[in-house]
T-cell receptor
Framework: DAGVTQSPTHLIKTRGQQVTLRCSPKSGHDTVSWYQQALGQGPQFIFQYYEEEERQRGNFPDRFSGHQFPNYSSELNVNALLLGDSALYLC??????????FGPGTRLTVT | TQLLEQSPQFLSIQEGENLTVYCNSS?????LQWYRQEPGEGPVLLVT?????EVKKLKRLTFQFGDARKDSSLHITAAQPGDTGLYLC??????????FGTGTRLKVLA
């Protein structure tokens, strides 16, 4: 049974560019949440997707957007990248129990 | 704004010692989770507590949820080098959003 998978593992982008990160949830899970984790900090909630809709959003600007597909996989898009967007981006999947299972993350570096 | 503060921030102990990590907030949470995260990996769920005063044990780890559901603790007995990592607490107040604590970085020396 595959756990949560994320791609790519690492990514280097230039300021002003756009990036798309991908996540496949654990089998049987229908909810995907995205988090940003800066170095030395705890993860910060970006948003959560359920039934292909954004169900809840944290304090992140509109440059951060997402999508959930019918197979429950999800994408996180970030436009107009800033140096401060450099972080580990984590995807977590869950189902009715709300217990979250995290993927290994995508390390984004903005130069 | 809901905040979860963890203490201590850093802890370095010898193998075999006991330790306690604290997670405190002024907000009430309907559930609280503890995770361990290793470098370059995502957090791994250790336990979820939902009832005030609840105590859960996972081998040498004991988790407690405060009576008022505003705080939690993680106690490790006879720490081992394999316990090394970043310990994170995360609380939910009934919405779909989890607030993470600042983390406690534990190093257990052999």
């Amino acid at each position: 049974d595959a756990g949560v998978t994320q791609s790519p593992t690492h990514l280097i982008k230039t300021r002003g560019q756009q990036v798309t990160l991908r996540c496949s949830p654990k089998s049987g899970h229908d909810t995907v949440s995205w988090y940003q984790q800066a170095l030395g900090q705890g993860p910060q909630f970006i948003f959560q997707y359920y039934e292909e809709e954004e169900r809840q959003r944290g304090n992140f600007p509109d440059r951060f957007s997402g999508h959930q597909f019918p197979n429950y996989s999800s994408e996180l898009n970030v436009n107009a990248l800033l140096l401060g967007d450099s972080a580990l981006y984590l995807c977590a999947s869950s189902s009715v129990s709300y217990e979250q299972y995290f993927g290994p993350g995508t390390r984004l570096t903005v130069t | 704004t809901q905040l979860l503060e963890q203490s201590p921030q850093f802890l370095s102990i010898q193998e075999g010692e006991n330790l306690t990590v604290y997670c405190n907030s002024s907000s009430v949470f309907s559930s609280l989770q503890w995770y361990r995260q290793e470098p370059g990996e995502g957090p791994v769920l250790l336990v979820t507590v939902v009832t005030g005063g609840e105590v859960k044990k996972l081998k040498r780890l004991t988790f407690q949820f405060g009576d008022a559901r505003k705080d939690s603790s993680l106690h490790i007995t006879a720490a081992q080098p394999g316990d090394t990592g970043l310990y994170l607490c995360a609380g939910s107040s009934g919405t779909y959003k989890y607030i993470f604590g600042t983390g406690t970085r534990l190093k257990v020396l052999a």
